[in-house]
């Protein structure tokens, strides 16, 4: 069984098919998030200016290099699908993570909802440019959705080479529109006056809340650790492919806030629906244009396809423990793919795709996000307490041990706060959420759960119990 | 002893599924539909807007043609929108009594099913 | 009639299509292999095996 697949002897267990190398899992994660660059970010901007939107740039890279570090460490060690779920299993506890799982579904069927969304927008406004107005966006989004759904149900190694090819693409897009400007291709110039004529717009209050759509410049890349169960060598690959993709994302981060800080009216890009393709056609440049709307669209699919990948992943691991109803843990005998958690979560998708405003979706994503941060924080603590460093073999041990984890928690603290200035109603009506879905859990669901069987890793008995 | 679950019968998992999907779709669309959702800029018109009077210098002018918007008047919602940062102190500690304590909560109540997956997992000598 | 208005039937056709091709396969997987063995696949299996987490 070292390589993953169903020897002869072992006919009757169905499992994850192990085929994926380091370049799927920096895929995975950049793919996901990289579409933050695309869209979404610039409401940042929006909500504190444009030093404002650098710092919460930088602010929100420093909180997913933590994250990174954190999770490379867990996740190198409790290499289960589900990812962080898997960990709160083992370190936290039952119902935190059912919490886990929860926030991880959310997250991501959130995000593929908001990227399915952008697709129907930016087709709209394509077609608008050539004169086609009133675009019906459904088809598409609806497109979109099955389409990814499908690549999906067809095996994880198609779909996540599928999400190399068109993540790269749409980074070198950013790379060249970044370089063509800085040698002069734009007809406009490049104009950062407003940084000294209106440096706050809003003050100090600005850079904080503009760290709530600063977190969309990173948004996601802790999925890379659902693929786990499907890594040749988790404990290599999964710190290596994090990592470079958190670097990759702090370099096509930067570069995005110059070009469009430079080429677009800060006041435009605060509210803009598609930053990128919006500075390519301020440059004049035709050629630009095309490649960023293919940028735009790569960048979309490419994390709605990351997207139906960890979040079934994610209801997968709940139904294969019975937290959800065991219909769910079930493996395709052919294309070894969760397949009916795939199936449920589109229709799911659907019902925000086609129903709900994006800055609502998006919202409700990055609210799931941060809660599954705050999580990470004193997770790291208890699992460094419940198996010291000399108990178990890690696969990566983050430097600095408490440092990264107290940064964190003071960075979620404050996107808590920006996300208070303006949205607070939506973090209280999913904080209630999250409550009585506990509640329920606690005294419901948890019956049907088989109690010893769900600590599955072969570590000594725990510190302290 | 370990604990021997219950088996549950198709209706049970249809119902729990059931039950999570309308919490969720509950908690995104209650706020939409009670219209307590999202923050919105507030556009402050000045009266016969010029670039000038909006603070607009060339090379930005020239960026605002690109964009397709010639017109100081069509840009001067654009530019003008604020968002109110202006909070109540009460909200503020409701929420962060509400974030703490659903953690505390969720924390506490882990544990307690931890220690007995502990039990059961490492009780009996393996 | 342009390339637009086409389009948007293209794109709801391929959608029905790529939905039926998935519900099609889900039910004929589901009559065809015992409930048993799709739910079999247990976490930490490979785990146990593959590698030891021991010093």
Redesign the interface.
Known sequence: MANGTTSKTQTERLQLLRVLGPAHIWALGVGIVLVGEYMGWNFSVGKGGMIAGLIACWVAGLLYTCVAMIDSEVTSTVAAAGGQYAQAKHIVGPLMAFNVGLFLVMAYTMLEAANAITVGFLLDTVAGIQGHSGLDQHPFIVLSIMFLAWLNYRGVLATLTFNLVITAIAFLAIIVLFLSVQFGASSVPLDFSAITNDPLPYGWVGIVASLHFGLWYYLGIEGTCQAAEEVRSPARSLPYGTMAGIMTLLIAATMTWYVCSGLIPWEYLGQAGTPLFDAARVTGNSWLMVLLFVGTMFATLASANGCINDASRAWFSMGRDRYLPSWFGAVHPVYRTPYRAIVFLVPIALIFALGAPLDQVVTFSILSGLLGYTFMTFNMIMFRNKWPLDTIKRGYVHPFHPLPTIVLLTLCSTAYFAVFLGYGTQLIAMLCFYIIASLWFHFRRYQFVRRGDQFTMPWPKPRGY | MAYKPPKQGLFGQVFDVLTLLVLTVGALYIPLYMGLAGAAKVPNPVANPTWQSLGQNAAEQQQWAALGITDPAAANNIITARFDYSFSWVALVVMAVLVVGYFVLVVRLSDREYREVIEERFGEKR | M?V??KL??V??G??LM??A???I??IR?DST?D?D???????????????????
């Open positions: 342009d637009w208005s948007e039937y794109a709801w391929l959608s790529f939905g091709l998935m519900i396969d889900l997987t292999y409930n063995l799709l739910t079999s696949s247990r976490e930490g299996e490979i785990e146990a095996t593959a590698e030891r987490h021991i010093i």
